[in-house]
């Protein structure tokens, strides 16, 4: 009997393996939705400290090479002031 009601089921699924397919995708979505919904002020909490700390390490990573190389920190400094103020001395004479 149990042999039997396993084989008509295993027919069945094979059958229909697409509508079993759609139903555990919708459970997975919901329960994801559920999980998310419950947590995501964690989530955020989470996110915006690896974001933080992602940009310090970046700026340390930055700062290092600049001091390793000092006659490019010098271009490049020279070559953004350079460019600012250029930018800024076009927008003060067009604005008059």
Known sequence: MRLTARLRSLWHNSMHC????RDVGDEVRVAFELLVEE???????????????ALLQDV?????????????????VAS??????????IFCSTGS
């Open 18 to 21: 697409d509508r079993m397919e």
């Open 39 to 53: 947590n995501s002020p964690q989530i955020l909490d989470v996110k915006a400290r690896a974001l933080w700390a």
């Open 60 to 76: 340390r990573y930055g700062m290092r090479l600049l001091i390793r190389n000092p006659i490019f920190t010098v271009f490049a």
């Open 80 to 89: 953004l002031a350079l460019g600012i103020g250029a930018t800024g001395a």
